[in-house]
């Protein structure tokens, strides 16, 4: 090992390692995606899809990138690098380690909105947001949006120049129980609603008349989204781990603290919708809709609106944080080990990036709102490149390099180094055969929904 190798930022243990992925996978695709994805595609059903997937699919995916992350000590590009020097290699780890770097630009943006919001609330402007315009006003302010996509992006910088243990461990480590208690305060607000009941057995009960190949593509692509799979992430925090980490034990406790976080968001926001609509799913709609136009008027129809309002948005506002945090740490980590820059160097770059990128993203809600990238903003367009194209062929790359050149042999030692390693037979044939065919199905689903074949 050498001096550069001996000098890596490290966790000081399996619980920082465990809440940090946890922040990572924990963020706005838990908190707003999820609930309107559960709702539109069968409530209980689609729960149900998602809890076998995330058991199967993710627990392989999860642990891979982590074990291949352990095994080199390096982020994306090095542990692909590792194993040859072909251009196809360092292709692979490279889709893998720019993701984050496009992701973090525009959800900082987002994550800015959610800082607005909960500013808003905490002024007790409950009735002001709860208004129709107030949201599409807000996206017309060019320089509105900017200030605050800055304070968010700020935040996130000042975590990462802190390094691995002093920064996103330690943030990580006070922000996820906290989060944790938030969403239980506010999930257990939104069940007492009257009518909410009605949303938690729609939540809750699968009812077999809701499935369909949509529901199942559906709950893949949340799943993919949800555990911070083919970011980066995984490769880069799996590296910072020492060799007596269980990865099995940690994949378990991900999966377990993710799906919670899921499901405590379905509880905050289903029935909270179903109470205020009288039981019209239709009212769950997606994206911006969902979380900064429906749930204001939620919070203004209760009595209790603005310190709902404020409980919410700060626990979207630590979820934010967390997974914005491990994305720039991500990219960070990559610049440091491919260009043998310092972690100043690399957050100084990042930040230059998160600020241009971020930038284009807002006024492509205002300013050039005539900039149209396959009849999508700017924003929608960088979240459909990531998400639905780079991320599954980043994940296939992973597959294809156990399988085809490292061998999954390689994988199971590595991670019996730690674990017991139970469920290494479905491992075996989901990293073989059915991980590649998922990724495939969840990416030609992307496109062909883009291109107007399919409706998701």
């Keep these: 090992m050498d001096k550069k190798q001996k000098q890596r930022g490290s966790f000081s243990g399996g619980l920082g390692y465990i809440l940090a992925v946890a922040g990572s996978a924990v963020g706005l695709g838990n908190i707003w995606r999820f609930p309107y994805l559960a709702a539109k595609y069968g409530g209980g059903m689609f729960l149900l899809v998602y809890l076998v997937l995330v058991a199967t699919f993710g627990y392989t995916l999860i642990v891979s990138e982590t074990a291949l992350g352990r095994m080199t000590g390096k ?8 194993f040859g020097k072909g251009k196809l290699l360092r292709a692979g780890g490279w889709v893998n380690a720019i993701v ?13 909105w959610v800082a607005k919001y909960l500013f808003e609330y905490l002024r007790g402007s409950t009735q002001a947001l709860a208004e129709d315009a107030y949201f599409t006003t807000f996206l017309s302010s060019p320089a509105s949006m900017e200030i605050w996509f800055l304070v968010f992006a700020a935040a996130t910088v000042l975590v990462i120049t802190g ?9 990580s480590k006070m922000m996820m129980p906290v989060l944790v208690v938030l969403a239980v305060i506010v999930a257990a607000y ?5 009518g909410a009941m009605a949303g938690v057995k729609y939540f809750f009960i699968p009812n077999f008349e809701n499935f369909s190949l949509m529901t199942v593509v559906a709950a893949m692509g949340q799943m993919f989204y949800s ?9 880069t925090y799996g590296s910072y781990i020492k060799k007596d980490v269980d990865i099995e034990k940690s994949t378990t406790q991900i999966e377990i603290f993710d799906t919670a976080i899921a499901v405590l968001a379905g509880l905050m926001i289903i029935p909270a919708v179903f109470a205020f609509s009288g039981g019209d799913p239709a009212k769950l709609n997606a994206g911006p809709s969902l979380m900064f136009i429906t749930l204001p008027k939620v919070f203004a129809s209760m009595g209790l609106g603005t310190p709902a309002g404020v409980l919410f ?8 944080l967390t997974s914005s945090i491990s994305l720039m740490e991500t990219s960070v980590s990559t610049l440091e080990d491919q260009f043998g820059w310092s972690r100043r160097r690399g957050c100084a770059v990042m930040t230059a990036e998160i600020v241009v990128l971020g930038s284009l993203s807002v006024l492509g809600f205002n300013l050039l709102d005539f900039v ?15 998400n639905s194209v780079m991320m599954p062929i980043g994940a296939l790359a992973t597959c294809l390099l156990i399988v085809r050149v490292i061998g999954v042999k390689a994988i199971e030692q590595e991670v019996e180094i730690s674990s017991k390693f139970s469920r290494k037979k479905l491992y075996g044939v989901f990293v073989r055969y059915l991980a590649p065919a998922c990724v495939v199905i969840i990416f030609l689903s992307a496109i062909a929904n ?7």
């Design 227 to 235: 555990l911070s799979i083919a970011m980066g992430v995984l490769y």
């Design 313 to 320: 948005f700060l626990l979207v506002l630590f979820a934010a």
């Design 450 to 456: 883009v291109l107007g074949l399919i409706s998701m």
């Design 163 to 171: 390094g691995v243990k002093d920064g996103v461990e330690r943030v």
């Design 75 to 82: 982020s994306p590009v090095g542990a692909f690098s590792s």
């Design 372 to 386: 149209k990238l396959f009849g999508m903003s700017v924003l929608d367009f960088f979240d459909f490149l990531t």
């Design 100 to 112: 984050p770097m496009l992701i973090v630009p525009y959800y900082s943006v987002i994550g800015g």
């Design 190 to 194: 939104s069940v007492t609603r009257p």
